[in-house]
């Protein structure tokens, strides 16, 4: 009997300090979440302005190729290029962000159900 009551007694005192500090890091997963989240829309602010600039580089090269203007339309190409390719990296980055909060979410969505069965 003495036994069994040191048992669960360790049990307790063990669960006492583990719930804490399994509380205190849901609180710090949520907040880095909130942290990517942020990050996110303000990467999604920067590709909308990206492609306003976009746009306009584009309108200018439209006018540059109709003036005959060569050199300013090579340019303007090359410009062009140069910010397709930043942007896309950029939204690939994007993506992969997406998803690692996504296998987060998943990943303590496990835990907890894990926590919870035992």
Sequence with gaps: MLKKSLYITSALVTLAFITPVHAEDI?????????????????????????????????????????????????????????????HAERKELHKDRQAIHADKKERRQERKEKAVK
């Excluded at 492609?51 to 203007?69: F, N």
């Design 27 to 87: 609180k710090q997963e949520n907040k880095e979440i909130r942290q990517d989240r942020q990050n996110i829309k303000k990467d999604k602010s920067e590709l909308r302005q990206d492609a306003q600039k976009r746009r306009e580089d584009r309108q200018e090269l439209r006018k540059d190729v109709k003036a005959g203007d060569k050199a300013d339309a090579g340019k303007e190409r090359a410009e062009l290029r140069k910010d397709n390719q930043a942007v």
